[in-house]
């Protein structure tokens, strides 16, 4: 169709159909934000009656604010160890589908037992192996005079990334598995007949189209992980677990200082989702393109 068909046959009209479709768009805004404020509503009249129970059981806001700041100490630690956690995670997913998915059985066996072992056993039961197990083997190894012993005895941080890494690793292992083998095969077919390595197919080709279907999975680890890594405490992590912790069982303050810790998960997700959300519109909007 040509730009004078769509043009308004006068210079001050309007297209009609241009005009319904103005006011159909500003009409469904017009609900969204509705609907919207309704959910608002909502979850105030929810916040208010669950702050009027907790008045009711003697807990202490005042408390809780003049606290939060102690457990909000922590906020830099618990978002440190989720963002260096999924990376290596991420990684070790990709290399543990790579495994699942190849006709090598040496590369199929090591993947499979991994994911299996991990995933058998609890992510707690996991940190203490690690924090507490594997240096025992370093001072056995060092005894006997292997200075790769060393290797074995990790601090707390270290350890609690390690364990966060592996346990997530072994779940993400099926989302990337599922996502490298969504993309058509025509696509690998494609790649090779214009002269590409499996390699250069799988980084130019394969992986940019499986990352759009895996994204929104590994944002929802990552969101569960935040909330994870309070395990982390259990080594000492001065995160917002741990701080919430140690002051509540010093001033006998229990309620409200896992309120203030919960509040600040509860933060950490909803500002996790949103970003994740924009993320996955920016990589929609650049697919469409």
């Not at 350890?159 to 083998?181: P, V």
């Not at 090779?192 to 799988?202: D, H, K, S, V």
Request: glycine share 8%; hydrophobic share 55%; aromatic share 8%.
């Amino acid at each position: 169709m040509s730009a004078e068909a769509l043009a308004p046959a006068e210079p001050g009209s309007v297209d009609p159909d241009w005009s319904m479709g103005l006011q159909l768009l500003a009409q469904q805004r017009r609900t969204r934000l509705i609907q919207i404020a309704k959910v608002g509503i909502v979850w105030a009249v929810l916040v208010a009656g669950l702050t009027f129970v907790l008045f009711q059981l003697n807990v202490e806001p005042g408390y809780m604010l003049d606290h939060y700041g102690i457990v909000l100490q922590g906020l830099v630690t618990t978002i440190g160890i989720s963002v260096i956690s999924i990376c290596i995670a991420s990684v070790l997913a990709l290399l543990g589908a790579l495994g699942r998915i190849s006709n090598n059985s040496i590369a199929q066996g090591v993947a499979g037992f991994y994911v299996s072992l991990i995933r058998g056993t609890p992510l707690l039961i996991q940190i203490f192996i690690i924090y507490l197990g594997l240096p025992q083997i370093g001072t056995a190894l060092i005894q006997r005079g292997l200075p790769i012993g060393n290797l074995f005895i990790l601090d707390a941080v270290p350890s609690g990334i390690l364990a966060l890494s592996l346990n997530y690793g072994a779940y993400m292992t099926e989302i990337f598995r599922a996502g490298l083998q969504a993309v058509s095969h025509g696509q690998q077919e494609a790649a090779e007949a214009l002269g590409m390595t499996r390699g250069q197919a799988l980084r130019r080709v394969i992986l940019p189209q499986a990352i759009r279907i895996i994204i929104p999975d590994i944002g929802n680890q990552f969101i569960a992980m935040q909330k994870d890594s309070a395990l982390v405490s259990i080594m000492g992590v001065w995160e917002i677990t741990f701080l919430a912790s140690r002051f509540a069982r010093k001033d006998v303050k229990f309620m409200e200082m896992f309120l203030v810790a919960a509040a600040m998960y509860w933060f950490l997700t909803i500002v996790s989702s949103w970003l994740q959300g924009q993320l996955e519109r920016r990589m929609a909007h650049a697919y469409e393109r």
